[in-house]
């Protein structure tokens, strides 16, 4: 199996079917479907949102503040990944129902890492999440300031999706990808309070959420 140079297997146990299984959600069958997603839906559904909002924005501004209106939209996602994995799908509420809807939000994925089809956003959670973002950025910026900064909003959705199906499924012989890969793999396997930047890891750095392992090894580094 691979090692990373911190020893960690980024690999997961593809022999564990309880890791790859995909139970049943929801007594209706329809809906128990649409909880499941093939990883290629979201580029089918939210490319062409892209493009217009792309058309939009260099129609009523030049590529420089559409780049960097993107950018900006593109860190709002980050923060929106880092602080919504953190905090609304780790909390555990005391309830049945509370417990029930985490397992549902988050839980199931914790449970079952390694189901294909459980690995991106389904369209009706990622839709009202754009409809929100829609209504955020029209009211902060109007329109169509807002229309950059909802593109590069959804372009920072659409690859925590892709990242995150990566980090499951593929076997990264890059640097980046073996990183991602690997930090993503220690928040299942090694502490889930640790490390929620799933696409944006170095969020965990600036807000100390990193794995404890490397911040001893930032420690020692700084010391020598």
């Known amino acids: 199996m691979t090692q990373t140079r911190n020893n960690f297997d980024y690999t997961i146990p593809q022999h564990v079917d309880r890791l790859k299984a995909s139970p049943r959600l929801f007594e209706n069958a329809l809906l128990d479907k649409l909880s499941r997603v093939h990883w290629s839906t979201p580029v089918f559904v939210y490319t062409p949102v892209i493009i217009l909002l792309a058309v939009w924005s260099l129609q009523a501004f030049s590529f420089p503040v559409v780049l960097i209106a993107g950018?900006?939209?593109?860190l709002l996602w980050t923060l929106t990944e880092y602080f919504g994995h953190r905090f609304p799908f780790h909390y555990k509420h005391p309830s049945k129902i509370g417990a029930r809807l985490h397992f549902l939000v988050h839980g199931?994925?914790?449970?079952?890492?390694?189901?294909?089809?459980?690995?991106?956003?389904p369209v009706l959670l990622s839709i009202p999440i754009m409809l929100i973002a829609f209504l955020v950025v029209r009211v902060l910026f109007g329109l169509p300031y807002g229309y950059p900064v909802l593109m590069g909003f959804i372009?920072?959705?659409?690859?925590?999706?892709?990242?995150?199906?990566?980090?499951?499924?593929?076997?990264?012989?890059?640097?980046?990808g073996q990183t991602l890969r690997r930090l993503h793999l220690m928040h299942h396997f090694r502490d889930p309070t640790r490390g929620f930047g799933v696409s944006a890891p170095w969020w965990d750095y600036v807000f100390g959420t990193q794995h404890e392992k490397q911040k001893r090894e930032r420690a020692a580094d700084a010391a020598d």
């Open 71 to 74: 950018a900006f939209g593109y």
């Open 108 to 121: 199931v994925h914790h449970d079952h890492p390694n189901d294909p089809l459980r690995l991106v956003m």
């Open 155 to 176: 372009i920072g959705y659409l690859a925590y999706d892709m990242v995150h199906y990566y980090t499951h499924h593929a076997h990264p012989t890059t640097r980046l």
